[in-house]
Each structure stands twice: as C-alpha cells, then as structure tokens.
C-alpha cells in the first residue's frame, strides 16, 4: 500500500503514469520496456498501475490519444481564423514549429513523440500511421482552404494542382530536421549553423516559397517575432 502522502486522485496518477511511460518507449521501445520499469518510474506499484490500464497496449494507446488531442488545441485555434493568406503564413509557421519543437526560444525541447514516431516507423509503422492520420485532418483542410484563398488573392502562383501535397512536401520536410536533430551530436553541419531556432526561421521560409507564395506576400504576412508572442505558452508538441 502507497503511503498516505502519495496517494493522488485517479486521473492525476493517470497523467503520471502516461508522463512516466513516454520517455521508457521513447528511448528503448515498446517491447523493451517491462510494466515493472513504467510502475517503478512512477513511483507506484504494478498493481496499482493495472487499476489505470488494462495492459501496455492499452497504456501505449494512451499515450497515442493523449498527443493527439495535444495537436487537435491548436489546430482548433488556426480553424477559427478567417481563410486567407496572412492565416496560411501562420499556420505553416505553427505547423513547423510543433514539429521542430521549437516553440519558446530557451524552452527545453522534449523529443519523446518524434523518437516514437521513428521507433514505430522502424516498426510496423502503427503508432506513426495513427498519430499523422488522427492529427493531420484539420491541419490538411484548413491549409487547403487558405492555399485557396491566397491563390484567389494573387498572393499564391505556380501552385501545385494537387495543393495538400506541397502542404505534405513541408511537413516531411520539417519532420527529416527534426530526426537529424536527434542526436546530442550534430549528424548535419548546416550552412549558417544548426542553431535550432535559425533552421527553423529558415525551413519555414522555404516552405513558404515552395508552396508557391510570392516574395511580396511573404514579406508582409511573415513575422515570426509576432507569432512567437500570439502563440506563447499555446503550443502543443507534435510531429
């Protein structure tokens, strides 16, 4: 029996357990990982772990519905701008930057979700095809609808026909820095730097452009400086 002082209530030991799990699958992997080690990191015993999960399947999904309603707060935040350029210039940017972690300049970073997302796509690839499918959908459509509006604007040329793929072009990309920049050590000596921050700036003005927005419109809708004040403290980590 737990001493007296740690007893929390049902869902606060829940989030704990989840907080406590993430980082083991993150590092070694579902299989690696024993429900005694998740118990032990929790600071509870295997027994009061199966009153909260019915096996480590069930916490693992947990763990999956718990990022996805992460990246549903955010993405319910750009749905409510009106469709338009200045939204798509956002919302790339936000996009980007859940992806990059890279969200409050000397925040520390948390890598679990994209490690699992590598483990997995080393895997059957289960964990990532259901965290992308069940976190991109609002994303996809609302990008669309502003792709539309900036091409109705004249703020968007050359755009692909098929519009949800430049928008997928940018996401894998931002997804690669992300796993090269994994490692403690730097895989990539980036011209310029691997300053976080600065490939970030620089992937989303990539992206911008690849989408087909022109120099002028993004010299008036891009200012990261003002999106890092709008989403401060708002952003939810994914990949």
């Known amino acids: 029996m737990e001493p007296k002082s740690h007893r929390l209530p049902g869902e606060q030991r829940k989030e704990g357990i989840l907080k406590a799990s993430l980082p083991l699958f993150a590092e070694r992997g579902f299989d690696a990982v024993t429900t005694k080690e998740i118990a032990e990191a929790a600071g509870i015993s295997e027994a009061l772990l199966y009153r909260h999960f019915a096996s480590k399947h069930d916490l693992y999904d947990s ?15 750009v749905e409510a701008l009106p469709d338009s350029t200045s939204t798509l210039v956002l919302a790339v940017w936000v ?33 990532a095809r259901k ?3 069940s976190s991109s959908e609002v994303w996809v459509n609302k990008l669309g609808r502003c792709v539309t509006a ?6 968007l040329v050359d755009a692909f026909e ?43 003005v990539f992206c911008l452009r690849g989408i087909g927005l022109t120099p002028a419109a993004i010299k008036l809708h891009y200012n990261p400086k003002a999106f890092s004040l709008m989403t401060s403290g708002l952003l939810c980590p994914t990949l």
């Open 95 to 127: 996009m980007l930057a859940k992806i990059q972690r890279c969200r409050d300049v000397g925040q520390k970073r948390d890598d679990d979700v994209p490690r699992l997302i590598v483990r997995s796509l080393l895997g059957d690839g289960s964990f």
């Open 162 to 204: 098929e519009s949800n793929l430049a928008l997928w072009f940018c996401y894998h990309l931002s997804a690669a820095i992300n796993f090269f920049l994994l490692p403690a050590e730097a895989v990539i000596d980036y011209p310029g730097g691997n300053d976080r921050m600065w490939l970030f700036d620089r992937s989303a």
């Open 131 to 133: 965290f992308i499918q």
């Open 150 to 155: 900036a091409i109705a604007s004249g703020d």
């Open 63 to 77: 763990i999956l519905q718990n990022c996805v309603v992460n990246s549903g707060e955010d993405a319910s935040r």
